[in-house]
């Protein structure tokens, strides 16, 4: 079982992916940062220096994909492994990152955020499994207990 967001890769159609979790991108920047004041237009945005989160899974995250869709592009100036060190980055220096809403007032850190100014599809995290853990009792379970607590904090999907 993985926690994740959707990928398009040859072969995985044949797990089981359960939406759990949707949640809006929001703009994150360090407190005192030129964003953090005023609208955050889509010039402005894109006139910042991004920090982005660095998958090896193929294919481009719903911000890129919205971005290119607007045929424009971002100056990413760092791209690191996880969403804890974009959000540090962010915190700590002019680069600014859009990431999930949750994660990001989950973190504690000083950080300011803005509506992203353009239209992005939501992230979603899934639960993701093989088919044939399916019926078994305990893998059942788990996966009814992650879906009972994304209910508790907001934004569920889905079901077992």
Known sequence: MALVPRVDIDGLEQFVFRPIVDDEHVIVARRG???ARGRAT???YLGCGHVVVGTSLPGLSPVQRAIARLERSRDVQAR???LLLALSLAAETDLVATLPARIVRASGLPLTTRPVPFEVEP???HIVFHPRWTTDPRHRSIRES???SSTARGRP???T
């Open 80 to 82: 690191v492994p996880s």
């Open 33 to 35: 940062h030129p964003l």
């Open 42 to 44: 889509l010039e402005r």
């Open 157 to 159: 999907r889905a079901s």
């Open 146 to 148: 992650l879906i009972s």
């Open 123 to 125: 992230f979603t995290l």
